[in-house]
Structures are given as C-alpha cells and as structure tokens.
C-alpha cells in the first residue's frame, strides 16, 4: 500500500532582492547534503505528491533531503540566519518526522542541526523518543519568547533610530558581544571559561574551537567544509556527559584555551607546522571524549564492556580517541583529503589522546625530563616536536592548580565532587571504595595538596625548563599560592581522620593522580587488578 503525501506548491520564482541576499546571514539550500531530514525547497514547487513505501523499504523523501548549509560555491550564502530560517526548517522537519512516522523509520540518534548557539536542539524533539507533550510545550514556549525577545531587541531599535552598524548574528548584539569580546582575550591565562559557557548558552567548547580553528587559518589552509565542521564540533560537545561535575564539554573547552596558550610560547610558535597545530586543538578539544565520570579501576572491578573491549590497558583514553574518529568519520570532516592522510591524521591523534593517561605520568616525564639534561631536543624532527605536542596536551589537561585561585578552587572543587560521587556508588554497591572518593576520609584540601606536590610541581617544574617565559612564571607563581591557600584552609577545617593525613603526605605519583585535577584518574595501582 502506497501513502501519499501532499506537499505545499510554494512560490519560489520570485527574485530575491540584491540587499538581502548582499547581507550576512543569506540562506543556501543544498540538495548534495543529507545531514538533514527536510526536503529541498527548489523541488517543492516541482513536485507536488510522492509515494512512501511500507516498512523496510527506502522513500524516496530521502533522495530529496535538503539542508540550510553553507555553500562554497555560492558567495551570497556564506552566513545562514538562524533566526529567519529555524521556523521554515522546523515546519519543513515536522512534516519530514510524520511521513517517516508513518512509514517505520526510526528516529535519527541526535539531532543534526549543526548550529547550537542557541539550543536549537529544543526545535527537533522527535516522535517517539519519550518527551511528553507537556515538556515539548515548554521547549517551544522557550524559543518563542527568545525569538520574540530578539525581535523586539531588533524593533526598538529602529523605533530609537538606531541604525544597525552591524548585521544580526545568530544571536543578538546583545547577547553575544560580551562572548566575542572574551574571544579577543583568549590567549589570556585568566581566561573566565565558566563566564564563557554562560553567555555562548552552554555552547563553550564548540564556539571557542571554531573561533581557534579560524584564528590559525586552519579552516581555509586545510578546505574544512563549514557544515561538516560545525556538524562534528556539535558532536563532539553532546558526547561529553554534562551531568558529570568535572569531565564535561566545559573541561574541554578549558584544555582547548590552555593548549592554545601553550600553543603562543615562543618555542612552539616558531616550531610547529599548521599540521601540528590542527592536531593539538582537536585532541585537546576530544581528549576526554564520552567519559562516563568513574576512573579506570572502577570499569575494571564492575567488568565494565569498556575494560574489557581494551583489555584493562588505557581503557578511557582508548574511548576517546575511537569515540573522537568515529564522530570524525560520521561527519565525513576530513573525506576530502587522500584515504593515507587521513588514517594518519587518526592515528596522530590517538598518540596524543593516549599520552594523557595517568598512568604513563612517570614515563613521559622522565623522558622529558631526560631530553632537557642532556638537550637533545630538536624541534625540527617531527618526532620530536610530537612528543612535544604530547607534553603540551598534558600540561593543558592538568594545568587547573595553575589557575588564579578563583578559577581553581572551582575546578577542584567539581572534581572532588565527581570522586565523592563514585565512592558512593561503590559503597551503594558494596564495592571497595577508590582511594580519595571516600567523601568521610579525604577533603578537597588534602587532595588538591597532595596532587601538586607529586604530579602538577614536577611536570611544570620540567616545562619551565623547557619554556622558560612568564606565562610558565605565572603558572608556577599561581601553584604556589593555590596550594598556600588550600594549606590554610585545612588547618581552619576540623582534622580529618588520621588514615588520610599520611595518605595525603605519603602516597606516591601513582596513587596522587587518582585524586587530582587530571582527566584521567587512573592509578597505575590499578594494574595489580
């Protein structure tokens, strides 16, 4: 049995005025892209019905997939106005969801809308995926009053006769200006990424990539299609788990910050190539990709499918790399260059991603350290200066005790959090606790000291040597007076039990780095599981 679906004639052979289509934010229809669920506009007016087979079979809907996406071809559409084209794509999407409805196709996984500068996400709430009328009332009441909200920004304006010096962005002058004014700053060292997540509307970690990939010129240098990219960056930030209080998407746009500083250091900017760069931010943008806020030993001891897909052995780091390649090959960002660079470009990703376990601390510091004794260094080899890049991301990853106090103690204080959490659950669960997740034994104090004491003051002690400016002043000055801080703190606080002082003070690099600021709290004392 055929079902018929009967699509709106629209009049689309009226021109398009030159002054709209000369201002930034013009819409381009794509035919060629399959990364939505709506049909092509330009073949509404041609096509009126088409029939849908039953279950099982393909519709012909999807050879007529269009999207609101950039076009290189087209320099009138280099923009999309976001607020302009999110009700004809929502109208163009709802009809989509009820055909396939109809016809048995399942749901798509996420939404692939590839701009969240608004949570435009709340414009794609599926059939079938649990959402309760009532929640789905709520989200479209949500984008109404933001809608109307920027029309009536936009409206007074023009009542005021305030002429509009700059175009309309996605979001509204005043919403965004303050994001793009830290933007300016992002090199800087106290860069706020908590204040960062708030005014790009939770969207941190795609909105500081993108503006970092352009800022190196990394997207015109390397033909990046701008759907693609901005497809993979949403990915990416909807893979990190927002509900752990620590390895979430604003983690990652904190590393990504860091490593762009680093980046800055006159010893790397003068030494790495584009290549290098690309990779860096990309692997510190997915380093800890998926992270399910439990370390290692946990995954081990509840036989998670995890530990035993990687056989015990860097079993986070391994998720987050697969996870970041998979995302890489699902939006297709690097199809367009040779099959050989591209499996390259993975597996120099993986290398660095790997290189942030934990466990490997000692390892990679003693060969750093090695280097710098002897001098061996050489930038223009290109293993060294991946070994390099590798240093880099590791510094980034743990640099939070280097931070200004007012942005440490946050980030110690939401790790802690995430370590309390899982000992709770182990003891919910009759399971030994981790050490420091023991919220009655440890203090946020006692375990930030013990974490710059053996792992954060020896590898930054070893990159001052390396790269001796003030950035690496300031970030030693900075753990200095955290770990003062921190000091005071414990002696105004009730003593903990005295199981947890000597730990504190006695444990080893090994058992520190499970109760650090690392994204990877993996003690190599998890072997002896």
């Known amino acids: 049995m055929e079902v018929c679906y009967q699509l709106p004639v629209l009049p689309l052979d009226r021109p398009v005025p030159k002054h709209v289509l000369s201002r930034r934010g013009a819409i381009s229809f794509s035919s060629s892209s399959s990364l939505f669920g709506a049909p092509d506009p330009r073949q509404l007016s041609q096509i009126t019905t088409f029939p849908l087979v039953n279950r099982g079979r393909k519709s012909r809907l999807e050879d007529r997939r269009g999207a609101i996406s950039y076009d290189s071809s087209d320099q009138t559409a280099l923009y999309i ?10 109208q163009l999407f709802a009809r989509d969801v009820r055909v396939r409805s109809q016809v048995g196709f399942e749901p798509e996984r996420r939404s692939s809308h ?17 959402a309760s009328a009532t929640s789905s009332e709520k989200t479209e009441k949500r984008v109404h009053r933001l809608l109307s909200f920027q029309r009536y920004l936009h409206s007074s304006r023009l009542l005021r006769g305030i002429p509009q010096q700059i175009p309309l962005h996605i979001l509204d002058e005043d919403y965004t200006g303050q994001a793009r004014c830290m933007l300016e700053k992002v090199g800087n060292w106290n860069f706020d990424v908590f204040l960062f997540d708030k005014l790009t509307n939770g969207n941190s970690l795609v909105t500081l990539t993108f503006h970092l990939l352009n800022h190196y010129d990394l997207v015109e240098l390397f033909q990046l299609d701008m759907v693609k990219l901005w497809r993979f960056l949403v990915l990416v930030q909807e893979d990190y788990h927002n509900d752990n209080p620590y390895h979430n998407a604003v983690h990652a746009a904190d590393v990504t910050q860091a490593m762009h500083c680093y980046l800055q250091e006159p010893m790397l900017a003068k030494s790495l190539t584009s290549f290098d760069i690309l990779l860096g931010i990309l692997a510190a943008a997915t380093h800890d990709l998926g992270h399910p806020g439990v370390n290692q030993p946990f995954l081990i001891k509840t036989d998670h499918y995890l530990a035993k897909l990687y056989k015990n052995t860097s079993v986070l780091e391994n998720h987050h790399w697969k996870s ?3 995302l890489l090959r699902e939006t297709g960002l690097f199809s367009h260059l040779p099959p050989e660079d591209s499996l390259n470009m993975e597996r120099e990703l993986g290398s660095l991603i790997l290189a942030t376990d934990i466990s490997r601390q000692n390892d990679y510091l003693s060969r750093f350290r090695t280097h710098l004794d002897k001098d061996s260094l050489c930038l223009r080899n290109a293993s060294h200066r991946h070994f390099i890049l590798q240093m880099t991301l590791k510094c980034a990853d743990i640099c939070n005790p280097c931070r200004p106090w007012e942005l440490s103690k946050q980030w110690s204080e939401k790790v802690t959090a995430e370590f309390f959490q899982q000992g709770d659950i182990e003891k919910e ?3 030994e606790v981790s050490p420091f997740c023991d919220r009655e034994k440890n203090t946020v104090g006692n375990i930030q000291i013990g974490f710059m004491t053996y792992v954060a003051e020896p590898l930054f002690g070893e990159w001052a040597r390396f790269s001796d400016t003030r950035l690496s002043q300031t970030m030693l000055g900075h ?10 703190l414990l002696q105004e606080q009730s003593p903990i039990s005295e199981e947890a002082e000597p730990a504190a003070a006695g444990t080893d690099t090994k058992d520190v780095a499970a109760g650090g600021t690392s994204s990877k709290e993996i003690p190599q004392g998890s072997k002896e599981s």
Do not use: E, Q
């Not at 106005?81 to 929502?90: D, E």
């Not at 753990?479 to 005071?488: F, I, P, Q, R």
């Open 429 to 431: 669960h009759k399971l």
């Open 479 to 488: 753990m200095g007076l955290n770990k003062a801080s921190w000091g005071s």
């Open 114 to 130: 590839p701009y969240h500068c608004i949570d435009f996400r709340t414009l794609h709430t599926r059939l079938g995926c649990g």
């Open 324 to 326: 970041a390649v998979g």
């Open 81 to 90: 106005r976001m607020l302009g084209a999110c009700v004809v794509f929502k």
